[in-house]
């Protein structure tokens, strides 16, 4: 991917702020990560990929990072397992599967990319480009989340 288009797409998101739906669904897929304790998630981490790119969501083995709180790291250089990233109703998904692609492309195994409105998850691995889920339990990289679960409020 061109650093034009990765720009673009930072400077698109700078303007679309997340919504009640984004926040709420981040805030469910945390809560049954943080269930499966060999693995922590973090939250808009950005990542030494271009001139930065930052996900929703970013999963590591538990226990590989401490932070310094005397120095930080303002582009984290180390790939997660999986990223998340959650559409708001001001996104473009196609947009968001660009960006998941520019993600396995430097590295990161998988990336699930939300779709609230549809309850669909798309998944982005380098093996099979991308597959969709619909209101079901997605696994990538022995990691699971329960979307029947998140969805049920509806």
């Not at 926040?23 to 943080?34: F, G, M, N």
């Not at 939250?43 to 990929?49: F, R, V």
């Not at 001139?51 to 790939?79: A, H, Q, S, W």
Request: with cysteine; glycine share 2%; net charge negative.
């Amino acid at each position: 991917m061109l650093i034009e288009e990765v720009v673009e797409l930072e400077e698109k998101e700078e303007k679309e702020m997340p919504s009640f739906n984004h926040s709420y669904i981040c805030t469910e897929i945390i809560e049954q990560l943080l269930q499966d304790k060999s693995i922590k998630p973090f939250t808009e981490l950005t990542l030494d990929i271009e001139n930065g790119l930052t996900p929703d969501i970013c999963v590591y083995p538990r226990d590989k990072f401490k932070p310094d709180f005397l120095n930080d790291i303002f582009k984290f250089p180390e790939m997660p397992i999986l990223a998340v990233e959650v559409i708001s109703a001001s996104q473009n998904i196609q947009d968001l599967l660009i960006k998941s692609r520019v993600f396995v492309e430097n590295g990161i195994k998988a990336v699930w990319t939300v779709e609230p409105f549809t309850n669909t998850v798309f998944v982005t691995t380098s093996e099979d480009n991308s597959k969709r889920f619909h209101n079901e339990e997605v696994e990538s990289e022995g990691i699971k989340v329960d979307f029947r679960k998140i969805f049920a409020v509806n």
